[in-house]
């Protein structure tokens, strides 16, 4: 990251994404001076950064290393208005949900951009983020984007942009899904009777160490699932209840199919 010194970074709305990404960056050598950050809400941490040298909604420079759009996508349209002067050969990123390659270019011209759709582990480095570039991004491009995202975790490069709608459903929003799960376990350990606090930590570790032990042990889902579960045992009464035609998974399915259909409605 140390190399993006030179010409500096331009962010253009700095929350969870947005601050996520500067914190790894800076981690991996990214100097607070070479930043420029836009954020009509600068909170602690943009204050906090602008102390260190970072420049806060202040002028940006001629010509960016890089740019990083962090906005949510209703607001995209009038921040890519205001950045129609940048130089055609800097690379924009862009987090935005739904935002097509094809809307950025009608914006911001023939110039190399890509689309990004990380999530929220980012803030602890366990993000995981898919990319795809226009035709304009070539290896060089792709591969400044896969350092930059590789801050904060994992990256993978799609084959098509249409790919980025269900990886949004899947890996996007998908920590929600797992924050629900995790809710859910709370309140049921609190139905069975179990006092507050503990139904919590038992929750969060349950979540927490099973999600950890997928990640280390690198064995497949199913197979971790099937260790627990004792033949007639507790897990499988459970089990035959969560698997019913209409349970759990068919709901994860319906649930990644309606977030699938907003990311496309998005770019409409
Ligand atoms: N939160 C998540 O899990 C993920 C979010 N994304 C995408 O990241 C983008 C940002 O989402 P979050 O960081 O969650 O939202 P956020 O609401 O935390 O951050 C958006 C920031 O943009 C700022 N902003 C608003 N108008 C602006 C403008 N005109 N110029 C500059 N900054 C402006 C806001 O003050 C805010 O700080 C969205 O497009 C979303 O689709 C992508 C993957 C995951
Ligand atoms: O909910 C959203 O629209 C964003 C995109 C993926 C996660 N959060």
């Known amino acids: 990251m140390k190399d993006l010194n030179d ?36 909170g602690d941490r943009l204050l906090a950064l602008a102390a260190q040298g970072a420049h806060v909604n202040a002028p940006r420079p001629a010509r960016p290393a890089v740019v990083l759009l962090a906005v949510k996508p209703q607001m995209m349209a009038e921040v890519l208005a205001g950045l129609a002067a940048l130089p055609a050969d800097v690379p924009v990123l862009s987090v935005a949900a739904g935002v097509s390659l094809q809307q950025y270019g009608a914006a911001l011209g023939d110039r190399p951009i890509i689309r990004a759709m990380p999530n929220t582990p980012a803030l602890v480095g366990r993000g995981i983020t ?8 070539g290896p060089g491009h792709l591969a400044l984007a896969t350092r930059m995202f590789s801050a904060v975790g994992e990256v993978v490069a799609l084959e098509a942009e249409a790919q980025i709608d269900a990886v949004t459903a899947i890996s996007g929003s998908g920590p929600a899904y797992l924050f629900l799960f995790a809710e859910a376990l709370e309140q049921a350990a609190r139905a069975l009777g179990l006092p507050e606090a503990l139904a919590r930590q038992l929750a969060r570790g349950t979540v ?61």
Not at 130 to 137: L, S, V
Request: proline share 6%; aromatic share 2%; glycine share 14%.
């Open 130 to 137: 898919a990319i795809i570039g226009n035709d304009h991004a």
């Open 208 to 268: 927490g160490g099973a999600a950890a032990m997928m990640v280390a042990s690198g064995r497949d889902a199913a197979e971790l699932r099937r260790e627990v579960t004792s033949p007639a045992g507790t897990t499988a009464a459970a089990l035959a209840v969560l698997m019913r035609p209409d349970g759990l998974p068919d709901l994860i399915a319906q649930a990644a199919e309606a977030a699938r259909d907003r990311s496309v409605a998005l770019g409409q």
């Open 7 to 42: 010409g500096g970074v331009l962010v253009v709305g700095c929350g969870r994404m947005g601050g996520a990404l500067l914190d790894g960056w800076i981690a991996q050598g990214l100097q607070p001076a070479s930043l420029w950050i836009e954020d009509p809400h600068p």
